[in-house]
């Protein structure tokens, strides 16, 4: 949700300080409102109070459980009510599960989810419950937190009732808390949330229904004024001596679905065989494993129930795949005497029956060890269950060949990528959860191109918008409560938008970031020298993960790089589309000579016409892949070298042997490999794609159920920066792309390769595209089927012919 115009710009001229911001902050929403800038779309009046626990310390790691009984005389057709936290609350009604949130943002921007109860009402006494925690230092980097807080307001004067105020009361849950944020045994970047602790003996068992002595009256959540008058700014939404400026979700809830938790493929307790379809009786004073496999990762709420085992210890490790003794993954399905590693629960039974142990955020597994020590009482592992969640995502592509690896090729990938979906898109579901832009882009084109949805996409750009800073540049991840800076993925971000303006018709949406935009390349053009080529730029220069002995990108001893130059001409070169359409001639006249200077410095300077590259510095001692494949993308490079210039950089990627001689190349990874795949369709190479797909061949042969992040000993087996190829199979070589902004019309032109057949559907605004191409000795058929009111072209072998809605058979001799 955006917020308005003149108010975003006050926001962003506010200090990088806490305090300075959340004072100015308001400062701002009266500025807005005597501008008479247009509301946002959020709830304009809030009588509910932000509660919490009146004694507990609100900004340590806590857990607290909320609940309030309220009558109904009959049941109404709608029961809706808006529902926030700090960090997050899972809501019950009457003992069911209603959902959770509330989803990521900053303080600027924080979420209320609505639910609309009436289903789940009844005649007479109902109970509305909530646990909320919040993870304190260990909480995920991109959780954002003020301090534990609780929110309920009923949409209308008829749900009033439930409103938060001191009639709610709250306990604290002593018996379900944070560990520390690790991955035990591993030593490597753990970003995502911590592991639980379940002591049952301290847990209070029965608290939606019973009043302990723990329950004491809920209290306001706001223990000091920052303002001597507390009061309602009714027309922002938010009351204005809180800290949380409240926004609406825009999101769907996320998926909260029954799956399968695994089945046991190594154990040392014979009872164990068959769970968790069959109870595991472990006996006493035993200390063994059950090692479970799901046969392809997941991200989800595992669930486990046990009985009995007073004095046992229990111990859930999450791994994506088995290492050895070496710490080596090798192939995913080999088992053998590999073990499990990573994120660890912790549960202390209490000897009592069918206890249940459910995380309060999700987990992400392919393989779940169960290691139990048993003391004087037998333990019965129940049941283990496991709800799928991530982004609801529907699938409408479809895409089969004659070659099957290339279904599922295309098949993982959109798994990975919609592991890596959730209330914002994730480098990787396990060890990150956070929404980097350089991922991003790849993963919206991916979502554009499998489900024509475009609501996580625009959180996506929304977000990282709401991330920029006074100087003008985006942060590289959000949202990050550790600010870290790439800025050339502030160019990337531009991207972004771009491609959201070629996919989809809302132009107005699109327009709405052309301030940042220019933010973004003045603050870049600060660093462009006067030869056109840009300087070294501060914060994380960063353009691939990549391992080299060599600064990368790299540097000459003006500090200038041609490879930062490149990504920032094709930034420049998407920036005077939008404009030119939607935006400024003003802009449009500055960009272009940012542009002409940028290309003209790059072929001066970095064309090393001795071995027939650009190089990485001017000093032409450094030359990598990346400035080869976006001299040719960007059209730095003349056209008439374009596709030797490809073959000479990128030979061995396309099945060719390498000629000799030459300097040594660096070489793209699997995520900017993207790039690559652009720069052959743009020099009219997209033919010899397929042949570029050796690696993901192999991930086939070594059980991967999801990409990994990098070859060899990955770290991360779920990384959508390497699930491109799925949006390539339906772009490049089943052919499917706008042909103009809004995807007003479409451009088929398919790149087959030695396929003789391929059938695929895309879905588009209006509809969905069909293709079925079969070729053989007597030529190729094409047949086509868009919807109502899409027109286009087909193109083959450089041949156009034109496209009309509804059926379309082409064939070519």
């Known amino acids: 949700m955006k917020q308005p115009r003149l108010l975003r710009s006050c926001i962003r001229s506010l200090r990088n300080s806490t305090l300075a911001f959340i004072a100015g902050f308001y400062l701002c929403l009266g500025f807005a409102l005597a501008q008479g800038d247009a509301a946002p779309a959020a709830r304009q009046h809030w009588s509910a109070q932000w509660i919490s626990h009146p004694t507990a310390p609100l900004r340590e790691p806590i857990t607290l459980h909320f609940k309030k009984a309220f009558e109904v ?19 019950y009604l009457n003992g069911q599960r209603v959902g959770d949130g509330p989803a990521r943002g900053d303080l600027a921007h924080w979420r209320y ?14 109970t509305l419950a909530a646990t909320v925690w919040n993870f304190g230092v260990f909480a995920p980097v991109a959780q954002f937190t003020d301090r534990t807080a609780f929110l309920v307001e009923g949409d209308t004067k008829a749900e009033a009732a439930i409103n938060t105020n001191d009639s709610w009361m709250v306990e604290e849950e002593p018996g379900q808390v944070p560990l520390q944020r690790r991955a035990n045994g591993l030593w490597v970047y753990m970003a995502a949330g911590p592991g639980e602790e379940l002591k049952a003996a301290d847990y209070d068992w029965d608290w939606m229904t019973s009043e302990g002595s723990r329950w004491v009256h809920a209290a306001s959540a706001i223990r000091e004024n920052i303002y001597p008058h507390s009061g309602t700014a009714a027309s922002f939404g938010v ?15 996320m998926a909260y679905e029954s799956e399968d938790a695994g089945h046991v493929v190594r154990t040392g307790i014979p009872a164990a065989n068959a769970f968790p379809t069959q109870p595991a009786a472990v006996p006493a004073h035993t200390k063994e494993h059950i090692l479970l496999d799901r046969s392809e990762l997941t991200t989800a709420y595992p669930k486990l129930t046990f009985s009995g085992g007073k004095g046992s210890h229990v111990t859930l490790t999450y791994a994506e795949a088995l290492y050895d003794e070496k710490l080596h993954k090798g192939n995913r399905n080999e ?7 990573g994120l660890t629960d912790e549960i202390y039974p209490d000897g009592a029956a069918h206890r249940v142990f459910e995380t309060l955020w999700w987990r992400t597994w ?27 995502f529907r699938t409408k592509a479809t895409f089969t060949a004659s070659d099957p690896d290339l279904e599922k090729i295309w098949k993982i990938g959109w798994h990975t990528a919609q592991l890596d979906a959730h209330e914002t898109y994730m480098d990787t579901p396990y060890y990150e959860q956070l929404q980097y832009s350089g991922d991003t882009r790849l993963q919206e084109l991916i979502t554009y191109s499998m489900t024509g949805d475009d609501r996580l996409p625009r959180q996506a750009i929304q977000a990282l918008d709401d991330s ?16 870290q800076y790439i800025p050339t993925f502030s160019l990337l971000w531009i991207g972004m938008i771009h491609d959201n303006y070629m996919y989809r018709q809302d132009t107005k949406f699109v327009q709405g970031f052309l301030p940042g935009e220019r933010t973004v390349l003045d603050w870049f053009a600060s660093y462009q020298h006067s030869d056109g080529l840009l300087s070294k730029l501060p914060w994380w220069s960063f353009i691939d993960w990549i391992e080299t002995d060599q600064e990368f990108p790299s540097y000459d001893a003006n500090n200038e790089s041609c490879l930062t130059t490149f990504q920032y001409v094709g930034a420049l070169q998407d920036a005077i589309d939008l404009e030119h359409a939607l935006g400024s001639p003003e802009y449009v006249e500055k960009d272009k000579k940012r542009l002409d200077a940028a290309k003209n410095g790059l072929q001066a300077q970095c064309w090393d016409k001795s071995v027939g590259l650009y190089a990485d510095t001017p000093k032409k001692d450094i030359f990598s892949q990346h400035s080869n494949m976006l001299a040719v993308l960007h059209d730095v490079a003349p056209k008439d070298i374009q596709q030797a210039l490809l073959r000479k950089v990128f030979a061995k990627d396309m099945g060719k042997t390498a000629a000799s001689g030459g300097p040594a190349l660096i070489h793209a990874s699997f995520y900017f490999r993207y790039y690559f795949a652009r720069a052959l369709d743009h020099a009219g190479m997209a033919d010899e794609y397929l042949n570029t797909l050796g690696d993901w061949h192999g991930f086939l042969k070594m059980g991967f159920t999801t990409w990994p992040e990098q070859p060899g000993d990955t770290r991360s087996d779920s990384h959508a920066w390497t699930a491109h190829p799925t949006y390539d199979l339906l772009t490049l070589v089943a052919g499917i792309e706008p042909a103009s902004p809004g995807f007003k019309t479409v451009k088929i032109e398919p790149h087959l390769g030695d396929l003789t057949s391929l059938e695929a559907t895309y879905p588009h605004p209006q509809g969905l595209i069909h293709v079925k191409y079969q070729t053989g000795a007597e030529g190729t058929k094409a047949d086509v089927e868009l919807p109502a009111g899409l027109s286009g072209i087909f193109v083959w072998k450089g041949k156009e012919t034109r496209l009309h809605s509804g059926s379309n058979t082409l064939t070519y001799r």
């Open 468 to 483: 920029r800073i006074p100087l003008g540049i985006t942060a590289s991840r959000y949202p990050s409560a550790l600010p």
């Open 73 to 91: 005389s009959a049941v109404p057709a709608h029961f809706v009510v808006h529902v926030s936290a700090d960090n997050r609350f899972v809501l």
């Open 366 to 392: 392919r393989y779940l060890d169960i290691a139990v020590e048993t003391g004087d009482e037998p333990l019965t592992l129940d049941t283990l269950e496991a709800n799928y969640t991530a982004f609801p």
């Open 113 to 126: 989810e609505t639910f609309d109860l009436a289903p789940m009402l009844k005649a007479g006494t109902n």
């Open 335 to 341: 088992v053998g005497t590999r073990k499990a590693m």
């Open 239 to 253: 009351q204005a001596d809180l800290p949380w400026a409240l926004v609406p979700d825009a999101l769907p809830h």
